[in-house]
């Protein structure tokens, strides 16, 4: 659906895996910010890094009029989608009508809100499964509370719940908005790399970051074994498959 043909919504969120891209930066024009994963995107109060989109809707709109995404209108998608014989009959099995602008939206947006991975190790502790968890995994979770990481990283969606700064006792990143949406942690360990400008390639380096930039705390090296250990617990299902790490 971009305005050059080259892109469409998966080109950058592959829910084959991860709900992302192989490339850390956004796909049609250079940016400083890493793609987050669509999976579990309708459980986050605001949409994007910035927060800048409150609903699906306004997001996917953005998505493909944004000159750093697909730079096109809704007007010219539907216009190029309604040319599919195949895809217009679905429309209007689906609609009773044809593709326009408010059935793309809809769709587009209905199909997003299935994108939720739930079965993940820590879900079936959380339910009462206290196998579910090892003895690591569960120390390391105590001490992601202890720590204060839950300050942030807290809810359904294990993040995603308000906006807040980044870099409060030391620098986190070198460049980028110095205010940023807490992502979510689910399937974080199938999601690198982090942070918005992707500068942390593994889990270990970003939580040691975390922990010097927002906590003004230092980590031993089992500290960080054990809280890398419970974030790998929050690594969901997608369509009865476990999410995976996509290619780099």
Not at 74 to 95: G, H, K, M, P, T
Not at 184 to 190: D, K, Q, W
Request: one cysteine or more.
């Amino acid at each position: 659906m971009s305005a050059d043909g080259r892109f469409s919504c998966s080109s950058c969120h592959d829910i084959r895996t991860n709900g992302i891209d192989s490339e850390t930066k956004h796909a049609v024009t250079p940016r400083t910010l890493n793609t987050l994963t669509v999976l579990n995107a309708a459980l986050s109060y605001r949409l994007t890094w910035e927060g800048q989109y409150r609903s699906l809707y306004e997001q996917a709109e953005a998505s493909i009029t944004d000159p750093a995404n697909m730079h096109s209108s809704v007007e010219e998608a539907v216009r190029r989608l309604r040319s599919d014989i195949v895809l217009n009959a679905l429309f209007r099995a689906a609609y009773g009508r044809q593709i326009d602008r408010a059935n793309l939206l809809d769709a587009l947006v209905t199909f997003e809100q299935s994108l939720l991975t739930p079965g993940s190790r820590f879900d079936r502790w959380l339910e009462g499964d206290a196998s579910a968890l090892s003895v690591v995994e569960l120390e390391g979770y105590r001490t992601f509370k202890a720590l204060g990481c839950s300050a942030c990283h807290q809810g359904v969606n294990a993040g995603a719940n308000f906006i807040t700064r980044q870099g409060i006792f030391s620098p986190l990143v070198l460049s980028g908005p110095s205010r940023v949406r807490v992502p979510s942690l689910r399937n974080v360990e199938a999601t690198p790399p982090y942070f918005h400008d992707g500068s942390a390639a593994t889990l270990e380096d970003a939580v040691r970051r975390m922990a010097t930039a927002q906590l003004d705390r230092t980590l031993t090296d089992e500290q960080v074994r054990s809280i890398v250990a419970y974030l790998k617990t929050l690594t969901g299902n997608y369509r009865g498959k476990p999410v995976a790490r996509g290619t780099q």
